[in-house]
């Protein structure tokens, strides 16, 4: 019987693990434009996330359309995360034509 007492203990605590990760308390939160955010998927569909300079935070903002500018300079410099500096790239269908000031304009 006293070996039992530390499965059970163990087995209460994951069931208890479980319950707390599906009340929705480690739901992700996706916000609006203008809301703070750390990468695109913190930010709500067709919207990324972007800092318009190097001194701001990040901002949800509506991904661009035709003859918007655009940028796909990722933040921080050099990463692959999922944050954009100085605009969001172009919205779906669309390419970021870039230019010699190192952004672009969509282009469908």
Known sequence: MNSAKPLITILAVAVIAVML??????????????????????????????????????????????????SETRWPLGSRIDSFLGGCPCANGLTCKMGSDGYGICQS
């Open 21 to 70: 990760y599906t009340t929705g308390d480690c739901a992700l939160t996706r916000y609006d434009v203008g809301g703070r955010c750390d990468t695109g998927v913190n930010c709500k569909q067709g919207l990324c996330c972007v800092r318009f300079t190097e001194r701001q935070g990040n901002k949800c903002h509506q991904r661009n359309t035709t003859g918007q500018r655009c």
